[in-house]
C-alpha cells in the first residue's frame, strides 16, 4: 500500500469509523515518523549548511569546486528553510497545494 500524505490525516471528517484501531496506529506511527524525519533533516541540514557556507565563504580561492560548493550548500539551505516546511504542512494538513501559493488562470477557449 502506498503513503499518501492524505492517508496520513488523523481529524479529517471522512474518516471511515470501521476502520480498526491498528490502522489509525499505523496512521499515526507514519505521521509522527515523517515528523521526526523532516524535523531532523530541517534542523540538522540547515546547521550543516551554515557551517559550509561560513568555512568557504572565508576562504579567498577562486576555484570552480568552491563556487560549486557555496552553491550547492545555498540551494540544500533554501530546500532546508522553505521546501521541507512546506512539506510539513502538507503532510499535516493533507492538503496538496498551499492556499496563499494558489492563483486563478484562465482556460484558453477552444473553438
Given at each position: 500500500m502506498l503513503y499518501h500524505p492524505s492517508f496520513l490525516i488523523l481529524n479529517q471528517t471522512s474518516f471511515d469509523s470501521t476502520n480498526s484501531t491498528s490502522d489509525y496506529l499505523l496512521h499515526l506511527f507514519i505521521l509522527i515518523a515523517v515528523w521526526i524525519v523532516l524535523l531532523i533533516t530541517i534542523i540538522f541540514g540547515t546547521i550543516?549548511?551554515?557551517?559550509?557556507?561560513?568555512?568557504?565563504i572565508n576562504r579567498n580561492d577562486n576555484k570552480t569546486c568552491t563556487f560549486f560548493i557555496k552553491m550547492l550548500a545555498i540551494v540544500d539551505l533554501?530546500?532546508?528553510?522553505?521546501?521541507?516546511?512546506?512539506?510539513?504542512?502538507q503532510t499535516t494538513t493533507g492538503r496538496s497545494e498551499?492556499?496563499?501559493?494558489?492563483?486563478?488562470?484562465?482556460?484558453?477557449r477552444i473553438g
Open positions: 550543516g549548511n551554515i557551517l559550509v557556507l561560513y568555512v568557504y533554501i530546500i532546508c528553510l522553505i521546501l521541507a516546511p512546506l512539506e510539513l504542512y498551499l492556499e496563499f501559493f494558489k492563483y486563478k488562470t484562465k482556460k484558453p
